[in-house]
């Protein structure tokens, strides 16, 4: 009975080690490629966590990823492989041209050369872009081309928002994720995908909205679309029968596990 207790001990410490050992999921939220700075306060804004505004903010995305168990950072100058340690998410949303930003921080092959060595290494990577006018697609385009995910330069979806007393304003998308009957997005680009990489959701025209490929232990997820900020995520201006939120958890998901 002894040597039972003994093992039983034993397996419960291991356990336990084990369990306080596994590093918290760390989500860190480009704004360097994306830089947008409010005039009046100095302040960067626009797709961070702490931008809790209908138009632009991501509070409410970052809350889905702290539902998940993640812990929430901002990365405010380029990447290094020591500034990308530690963080198992690193997301990059609408990166910057000369409409946004008079001087842009585009993406530079050393930069591009960095996140892929972190996700193949086992890292999890999320682009948002948005369409040709409102975004960079050249130059994120040196970081995506590493993955067989390309985004196109153009714009899709030129729809106006669809209400409950006009729904038909929908553009249907096709294999929509998991467990998510309707899905919304609007003024995106697409995506081209090679090698592994595959498409997730796509239009009745095939154009391609959201990818995804491994890249040696890591995974990357393209969208065409910054998509989930507070705008649209738990439905401000939506009929409530479009489920973005769901479809924001089924990404983490994809991304987290």
């Given at each position: 009975?002894?040597?039972?207790?003994?093992?039983?001990a034993c397996?419960?410490?291991?356990?336990?080690?084990?369990?306080?050992d596994?590093?918290?999921?760390?989500v860190?939220?480009?704004?360097?490629?994306n830089?947008e700075?409010?005039?009046?306060t100095?302040k960067?804004?626009?797709?961070?966590?702490?931008?809790?505004?209908?138009?632009?903010?991501?509070?409410?995305?970052g809350?889905?990823?702290?539902?998940?168990?993640?812990?929430?950072?901002?990365l405010?100058?380029?990447p290094?492989?020591?500034?990308?340690?530690?963080?198992?998410i690193?997301?990059?949303?609408?990166?910057?041209?000369v409409?946004?930003?008079?001087?842009?921080?585009?993406?530079?092959?050393?930069?591009?050369?960095?996140?892929?060595?972190w996700?193949?290494?086992?890292?999890?990577?999320?682009?948002?872009?948005?369409?040709?006018?409102?975004?960079?697609?050249?130059?994120?385009?040196?970081?995506?081309d590493?993955?067989?995910?390309?985004?196109?330069?153009?714009?899709?979806?030129?729809?106006?928002?669809p209400?409950?007393?006009?729904p038909?304003?929908?553009?249907p998308?096709?294999?929509?994720?998991?467990?998510?009957?309707?899905?919304?997005?609007?003024g995106?680009?697409?995506?081209k995908?090679s090698?592994?990489?595959?498409r997730?959701?796509?239009?009745?025209?095939?154009?391609?909205?959201?990818?995804e490929?491994?890249?040696?232990?890591?995974?990357v997820i393209?969208?065409?679309?910054?998509?989930?900020?507070?705008?649209y995520?738990?439905h401000?201006?939506?009929?409530?029968?479009?489920?973005?939120?769901?479809?924001?958890?089924?990404?983490?998901?994809?991304?987290?596990?």
């Open positions: 009975m002894k040597k039972i207790l003994t093992t039983i397996m419960l410490f291991a356990l336990c080690a084990t369990y306080a596994t590093p918290v999921k760390k860190l939220l480009d704004t360097h490629f830089h700075v409010d005039k009046k100095g960067v804004q626009h797709y961070t966590w702490d931008d809790t505004s209908k138009w632009g903010g991501y509070s409410q995305f809350e889905l990823f702290v539902k998940h168990g993640g812990t929430l950072a901002m405010n100058e380029a290094t492989a020591e500034l990308l340690k530690g963080s198992s690193y997301i990059i949303v609408d990166p910057d041209h409409k946004d930003n008079p001087k842009p921080n585009y993406m530079t092959e050393e930069s591009a050369n960095v996140i892929a060595k996700v193949k290494k086992g890292g999890r990577l999320l682009v948002l872009t948005n369409d040709r006018d409102n975004c960079d697609l050249k130059y994120i385009n040196i970081l995506m590493k993955f067989g995910l390309h985004f196109n330069d153009t714009t899709i979806l030129q729809l106006d928002i209400t409950k007393e006009k038909e304003n929908v553009y998308l096709q294999g929509t994720l998991e467990g998510v009957d309707k899905m919304y997005m609007r995106t680009s697409s995506i995908c090698g592994k990489a595959r997730v959701v796509w239009t009745k025209d095939d154009d391609v909205v959201i990818a490929t491994r890249y040696g232990k890591g995974k393209a969208i065409a679309d910054p998509w989930v900020y507070n705008e995520i738990y401000t201006l939506l009929p409530d029968n479009y489920d973005n939120a769901s479809a924001a958890e089924r990404i983490i998901e994809r991304l987290l596990y």
